[in-house]
């Protein structure tokens, strides 16, 4: 077995190149860690198996053997992914990662300088009509790097090419959603669907609404916009199949319903409209819930520590 990192927070390295999964032996992880094999196998990256582990409670056990039986027990379960990544692909890099602390914080630094993230919808504990567990919100709002939210039996079967659905609204992250898009189908050999939703401002009600404003000239503008942006991405991937389809109506649904038998639906973190306190968008946040298939989170570009700028991340 590769060499153990085990710190108060794992660290991956930046001249590193890998793919990190959470994993903690719930069923979400166990479909992450799938996931997050094909993943690295794709990019040709070592795959990292991380858990975090943290004594419950405010006030610390003397007794240091109760310590040392947690650290015991996310030991083996880290054991068990690296196990179950061997089983599912002999041949890749696979090193563990503990961490302690809470799970959100291993994973953020974790994936710091990361490829990209993996980790399941929702993790050990919670109630079981709960949908997304706290990680798969917080982990996507605050990572300066993608993260991939796999839910519990949300892994389509591969028949045919893969199909990546994309929704794009003109914001910083909505562009990395789509970079991501376009790369991911020319990893898996599969096509991209662009969804693009146009609300018109002159028919919202109450104070949305804008009175005497040209509505077919707006409509006009943000739909040449939308498609010289499609455009400038066919123009990298010049192999990708592309539709496009620009949708009155409200955006959740339409992505979730243009994302019903894809492959991966890809969003930006928070898209047009949402406030600075927002975890993640509103489309976002439903998609999490409730998308049929994995959602890959994206955050704005100047968020990514290797091209420069202030990181999400404090």
């Not at 001249?15 to 799938?34: F, N």
């Not at 419950?56 to 990544?85: H, N, S």
């Not at 400038?232 to 979730?256: H, K, M, N, Q, S």
């Not at 994206?298 to 091209?307: E, K, L, R, Y």
Request: charge should be negative.
């Amino acid at each position: 077995m590769s060499t153990w990192s085990e710190t108060e927070v794992p660290v991956v390295r930046a001249e590193e190149r890998v793919i990190v999964v959470g994993y903690d032996e719930s069923p979400g992880s166990e479909q992450a860690l799938r996931w997050a094999v094909e993943e690295a196998q794709l990019r040709k990256l070592p795959l990292a198996v991380c858990h975090a582990w943290h004594w419950p409670y405010l006030r610390r056990p003397v007794d240091k053997e109760v310590l040392g039986q947690l650290r015991a027990t996310g030991t083996a379960v880290v054991e068990e992914g690296i196990r179950r990544v061997r089983e599912l692909a002999p041949a890749l890099d696979v090193r563990p990662l503990l961490g302690k602390g809470v799970a959100t914080a291993v994973l953020l630094q974790a994936a710091r300088n990361a490829e990209l993230a993996v980790l399941g919808s929702r993790g050990q504990g919670g109630f079981e009509e709960l949908r997304v567990g706290s990680a798969a919100v917080q982990v996507p709002a605050h990572s300066v790097r993608p993260v991939v939210i796999v839910g519990p039996g949300k892994v389509p079967e591969r028949e045919g090419k893969a199909r990546i659905v994309v929704g794009a609204d003109g914001s910083p992250a909505g562009q990395g959603a789509l970079e991501f898009a376009f790369e991911e189908a020319e990893l898996r050999d599969g096509s991209v669907t662009v969804v693009c939703c146009w609300q018109d401002a002159g028919d919202l009600s109450g104070q949305d609404g804008l009175p005497f404003v040209d509505r077919r000239a707006l409509r006009v503008n943000a739909e040449a916009c939308f498609r010289g942006a499609v455009a400038a991405l066919i123009c990298r991937y010049p192999d990708v199949p592309v539709t496009t389809e620009f949708v009155a109506g409200r955006p959740e649904r339409a992505v979730i319903d243009a994302a019903r038998d894809a492959t991966l639906l890809v969003l930006g973190s928070r898209g047009i409209g949402s406030t600075p306190t927002t975890l993640v968008g509103p489309v976002t946040q439903a998609a999490l819930a409730a998308a049929g298939c994995p959602v890959a989170v994206t955050p704005p570009p100047c968020a990514d520590p290797s091209v420069g700028g202030h990181s999400a991340v404090n």
